[in-house]
C-alpha cells in the first residue's frame, strides 16, 4: 500500500468515513457488551452473588439493545445520523465510567443496562450511514469492514477486562474500557464526516404501516425466532463457561479465561463460508448444519478436559456464525420492503435470546452444573432447528 493509499484508509478523504474508521466505529459499538463475562467469576466473589444474578449484569446489557434496536434507526430518520451515532458512543461512556463505582450488583445490573441503551444508536445508524455516504462497491466493503470492527471488539472487550482484572481487580478493568470508551467517542466526533445524503423521514403513519405488513410476515417473524434460539447459545455458553472454568478442576483466572474466548476468533474466520454453504444447500440445510454443528461442540464441553472444551468452544462459535449470517441473509431475501425495520424486527429476537439465556442457562447451571447449562442450551438449537424446518420453506 502506497502513502496515499494509507494515508486515505486511515484518514478517509474528507467527504466519507475512512476504512479504519468504520472499523474503529464497529470496534467501540461491541466494546462494551460483553465485557463482563471474563470477569464474571470475580463480581460473584465480590458482591457473593449467586450465577443467576451476577448473569444479570450480561444480560442487561444485551435486553437492552433488544429494547431500543427497532425504534433507534426510526430516530435517526428524523434527526440526522452522526448526531445519533456520536451522542451515543458519549452516552456510552457515562454509565462505563460509573461501574467501578458500583455499591451493589443491583447498581452494577442498571448501569449495565444504561450501556446497553446507548449501542444501536452506533450499530444501526452507522449501517443507514454506510449506506447513504458510500456509492456501489464501497458499500460492501466498507460493511465488511465495520462487521471485522464488531467482532474484533466483542473479543477486546472480553480479553481486555480478563487480563485488567487479573491484574486491577474487575473494577479497575472498566476504568480501562472507560478511557478507550472516551477516547473512540472524541475520535469519531474529529473524523467522522457529516452526512451528505441524509433526507429527513418524519413519517410515522409510513413506518407504522411498515411495521404491520412485517408482523404478519410469516417468514420474517420465524427469522426472528430462530435468531433468539442463536444468541441464546452463544451468550449462554460463554456467560456460564467463564464460571465452570474458573472451578475445579480448571481454576482458571481471569486471564486464563480471556485467554479462552481466543475461539471466539476462530469462528470469524470461518464465517465466510456461510456464503457459499446457503448457495450450495439453500437456507434451511445451511441452518440446520450450523446448528447441528454448535450443538454438537456444546457437548463436547462435557468431559472435564480443558482442550475438548476448547475445541467444543471453538465448533459451538463457528456453528452460531454461520447461524447468524445465514438467518440475515434469508431476511434479505424474504423482505422486499422496510428493511431497516425489518432488521430491526430480527434484532429486537436476536438480543432477546441472549437475554433471556442469561436467566434460563442460569438457572439450569445452578440446579445441575454445566451439564445442565449445556442440555438447555441444545434444547434452544433444537427448537430453533424446528422453526426452521418448518417456516424455511421456499417461497
Not at 80 to 88: D, E, P, W, Y
Not at 143 to 158: E, H, K, S
Not at 188 to 215: E, I, K, M, N
Amino acid at each position: 500500500m502506497n502513502p496515499s493509499s494509507l494515508r486515505l484508509f486511515l484518514l478517509g478523504d474528507g467527504t466519507r468515513a475512512s476504512p479504519a474508521l468504520a472499523w474503529l466505529i464497529g470496534f467501540f459499538a461491541f466494546l462494551n457488551v460483553y465485557s463482563m463475562q471474563a470477569v464474571l467469576p470475580l463480581v460473584v466473589d465480590d458482591f457473593n452473588a449467586s450465577p443467576v444474578q451476577a448473569g444479570t449484569a450480561v444480560g442487561a446489557t444485551v435486553l437492552a439493545i433488544a429494547l431500543v434496536s427497532p425504534f433507534m434507526g426510526m430516530l435517526s430518520d428524523a434527526i440526522g445520523r452522526k448526531l445519533v451515532i456520536c451522542v451515543s458512543l458519549f452516552a456510552l461512556t457515562l454509565p462505563t465510567a460509573l461501574i467501578p463505582l458500583a455499591d451493589s450488583l443491583h447498581t452494577l445490573t442498571l448501569l449495565r443496562f444504561l450501556q446497553g441503551l446507548a449501542v444501536p444508536g452506533i450499530v444501526v445508524v452507522f449501517l443507514a450511514y454506510i449506506a447513504e455516504e458510500f456509492p456501489g462497491v464501497s458499500v460492501t466493503r466498507t460493511v465488511a469492514t465495520y462487521v471485522g470492527g464488531t467482532v474484533m471488539g466483542g473479543f477486546a472487550g472480553r480479553f481486555i477486562t480478563g487480563y485488567a482484572g487479573d491484574w486491577f481487580g474487575w473494577r479497575g478493568a472498566f476504568v480501562a474500557l472507560t478511557l478507550l470508551n472516551l477516547a473512540g467517542a472524541l475520535l469519531v466526533l474529529w473524523r467522522l464526516p457529516r452526512s451528505r445524503s441524509f433526507v429527513p423521514r418524519r413519517d410515522v403513519r409510513a413506518a407504522l404501516r411498515t411495521l404491520g405488513g412485517h408482523l404478519s410476515n410469516r417468514r420474517l417473524l420465524a427469522a426472528c425466532a430462530v435468531g433468539f434460539c442463536v444468541l441464546f447459545a452463544l451468550v449462554g455458553s460463554f456467560t456460564y463457561v467463564n464460571l465452570h472454568l474458573a472451578g475445579e478442576p480448571f481454576n482458571l483466572s481471569s486471564s486464563g479465561l480471556a485467554n479462552v474466548f481466543c475461539v471466539y476468533l476462530v469462528g470469524v474466520l470461518v464465517t465466510p463460508m456461510a456464503g457459499k454453504l446457503v448457495v450450495r444447500w439453500g437456507f434451511r440445510k445451511a441452518l440446520l448444519v450450523a446448528l447441528t454443528v454448535s450443538a454438537g461442540g456444546l457437548l463436547l464441553t462435557l468431559p472435564p478436559w480443558l482442550p475438548t472444551i476448547l475445541l467444543g468452544l471453538t465448533l459451538c462459535s463457528v456453528g452460531v456464525f454461520v447461524c447468524q449470517s445465514t438467518t440475515i441473509s434469508f431476511i434479505a431475501a424474504s423482505v422486499s420492503e422496510g428493511r431497516s425495520l425489518a432488521n430491526g424486527l430480527y434484532y429486537l429476537g436476536y438480543y432477546s435470546g441472549g437475554a433471556v439465556s442469561t436467566l434460563l442457562a442460569g438457572l439450569a447451571y445452578e440446579g445441575w452444573g454445566w451439564p445442565g447449562a449445556v442440555m438447555t442450551i441444545c434444547a434452544m438449537q433444537v427448537l430453533g432447528g424446528l422453526i426452521a424446518w418448518t417456516t424455511w420453506r421456499k417461497a
